[in-house]
């Protein structure tokens, strides 16, 4: 009896620990969009001239955001998928993952507002580094703590470890470009999320 309480006990971690990380990706998401506003009371060719200048660069910005959110739910969501047990480590790990996601709507935002500045493109940099760096203790410790599902292959769990450092090592490159304060250094976050929506997945193994 002991024994089956400590095991519904256990999965019913897990399941709140989804529907908690769920809920804080979908208002993070939407507070993407609270750095698109545009100012009353402008004549007609202030706000082209605005359009130009300001609202199409955050366009770009809220677009990418909205998607490198997406990315990191999505592996999250997959990750989650396989867990089969957690303790209160990993619980704690869970949180400040998502304390993490909840800042990139600020440094989204501060990029949006500085695009071309070196300041902005690291905190951005490291905010998605260090939210990077957590989904992946989460993992790796699941993975020791054998938390996954066994029928999950080394194979598996190996790709999944390489969707997550393949884009950070990105990340951290783009910390010492950011001081040659070119233009075309902020694009280079679109470069991680081919490795994070393309990078394929093995098969799990067959029981």
């Given at each position: 009896m002991k024994k089956d309480t400590i095991i519904q006990f256990t999965e019913l971690n897990v399941n709140r620990i989804q529907a908690l990380t769920d809920a804080v990706f979908a208002i993070v998401i939407t507070i993407l969009s609270f750095t698109l506003v545009i100012p009353?009371?402008?004549?007609e060719n202030d706000l082209k001239r605005f359009l130009l200048d300001q609202i199409i660069p955050k366009l770009?910005?809220?677009f990418l955001g909205f998607i490198v959110v997406g990315a990191?739910?999505?592996?999250?969501h997959f990750n989650h998928h396989h867990m089969v047990k957690t303790n209160i480590f990993s619980i704690?790990?869970?949180?400040?993952?998502?304390?993490?996601?909840c800042l990139i709507p600020f440094s989204s935002g501060f990029l949006g507002n500085y695009l071309y500045t070196s300041i902005s493109i690291i905190v951005y940099s490291l905010n998605l580094i260090l939210v990077s760096l957590l989904h992946l203790a989460m993992l790796i410790?699941?993975?020791?703590?054998r938390f996954i599902d066994p029928t999950v292959s080394?194979?598996?769990y190996h790709n999944m470890c390489w969707r997550i450092i393949l884009p950070t090592i990105i990340y951290i490159l783009i910390i010492p470009l950011a001081y040659i304060k070119e233009g075309w250094v902020v694009?280079?976050?679109?470069?991680?999320?081919?490795?994070?929506?393309?990078?394929?997945?093995?098969?799990r193994v067959n029981k």
């Open positions: 009353p009371g402008e004549n770009f910005i809220f990191f739910w999505v592996d999250t704690w790990l869970n949180i400040f993952f998502l304390m993490f996601v410790y699941s993975w020791e703590k080394r194979t598996l694009y280079l976050f679109i470069a991680p999320l081919f490795f994070q929506i393309l990078f394929g997945r093995a098969k």
